[in-house]
């Protein structure tokens, strides 16, 4: 299928959070500049994912993330632009309850990122507070599939159970599931460890994309109780977290020391060596740099086993996403 084969160019994708989150938090506009360079840079070091969704950025600037994704792809000239997969993600809003809604949703994201999208996923399930809505969402996805609107179709949070009952409905229709994406990082290891969504993707023939791989910076090590903490719930999350975590974080330190990389690079690294598409958030050039650093080696087992130690030892992890179904 096509979707996953321009999937697998790429051990490394780029996420969008960081710019909607910022569009949500008094967007400074200065900032286009700055998040073109780092798609730029992305792009010609051979990424090709990039992730975002129509809820990034939203409020007073309806959809801002999209609409830049798509002005930095149609103005990238440099060779690579044909390989970019844009993978956006159609938020399960109460008010968005046919599959028509869906279909509509997925037009407008095309819309503001001047192309089709490539990868359309579903952001999250509605089967922990209104199972009732989700039927219809669903079938409004494939219905994309099917029009050839898009050329791949994913999920996102969703766990083996729920997975299986939707690839179940989609094969009836003919409907392959690209990817599934879930929070998946060395201080989030509960949906493959005790979800065990890998060995489900690897049976249904799915890929996996890490959202998250750098639980949300703390695992690049620039984060400590003496420091400063980033505003708003980030920083109140980062207090709770961080004095549970010394263990792991020396973990990381010490087998970035040894090769001689960066803990972010590790962490991310990590994800590769499990099979899995990391799509970090990166906000500057210098984040982007170090990032694209994570390709191009691999950890070997003993260090992964380490890292799987320490990760499983550690008092705090991140929370899990509400929406995260079993
Ligand atoms: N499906 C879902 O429900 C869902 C949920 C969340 C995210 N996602 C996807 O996953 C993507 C990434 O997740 P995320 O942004 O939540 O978390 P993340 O990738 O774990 O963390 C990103 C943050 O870490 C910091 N950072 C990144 N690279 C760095 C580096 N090299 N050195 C130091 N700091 C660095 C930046 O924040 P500071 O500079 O402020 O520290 C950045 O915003 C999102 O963009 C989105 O596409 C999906």
């Known amino acids: 299928m096509q979707i996953c084969q321009e999937l697998s160019l790429s051990t490394i994708g780029c996420g969008t959070w960081a710019w909607g989150n910022r569009l ?16 730029n840079l992305c792009v010609s070091n051979g990424v090709t994912l990039f992730d975002t969704g129509d809820s990034y950025g939203t409020g007073r600037l309806n ?4 609409l830049l994704l798509g002005r930095f792809s149609r103005e990238y000239f440099v060779s690579g632009k044909e390989n970019i997969c844009i993978a956006t993600k159609l938020a399960a809003y ?3 309850w046919t599959r028509q809604s869906m279909v509509s949703a997925c037009k407008s994201s095309a819309k503001r990122l001047g192309r089709n999208v490539d990868l359309v996923q579903m952001h999250w399930s ?3 507070y209104a199972l009732w809505q989700e039927g219809s969402l669903l079938n409004g996805l494939a219905d994309l599939y099917e029009q050839g609107l898009v050329k791949g179709v994913g999920l996102s949070n969703y766990g083996p159970k729920r997975l299986k009952r939707v690839h179940q409905k989609f094969a009836e229709r003919g409907v392959p599931i690209a990817t599934l994406q879930v929070q998946y990082s060395l201080l989030s290891t509960y949906p493959v460890t005790q979800l065990g969504v890998k060995d489900v993707c690897d049976e ?3 890929k996996l994309i890490a959202y998250s791989p750098l639980a949300l910076g703390l695992l690049t090590g620039k984060y400590s109780e003496k420091g400063s903490f980033p505003k708003g719930i980030r920083g109140l999350l ?9 263990p792991l974080l020396a973990c990381l330190r010490e087998v970035a020391q040894s090769r001689n990389k960066m803990m972010s690079q590790v962490a991310i690294n990590w994800c590769i060596c499990k099979e899995a598409i990391p799509i970090p958030g990166a906000k500057t050039v210098e984040q982007a ?3 694209i650093g994570a390709l ?3 950890l070997d087992s003993g260090e992964i086993a380490e890292l799987d130690k320490a990760a499983a030892s550690t008092d705090k992890k991140m929370v899990q996403n509400i929406f995260q179904t079993q």
């Open 24 to 39: 949500l938090w008094g967007y400074d506009e200065s900032m286009d500049d700055q998040l073109q360079a780092v798609f």
């Open 63 to 66: 959809g801002r993330s999209e």
């Open 94 to 96: 109460p008010w968005r």
């Open 126 to 128: 509605t089967a922990n």
């Open 204 to 206: 249904l023939g799915i």
């Open 238 to 246: 980062f207090r709770q977290i961080l004095p549970g975590i010394h």
């Open 289 to 291: 740099k170090e990032n």
């Open 296 to 298: 191009g080696w691999q």
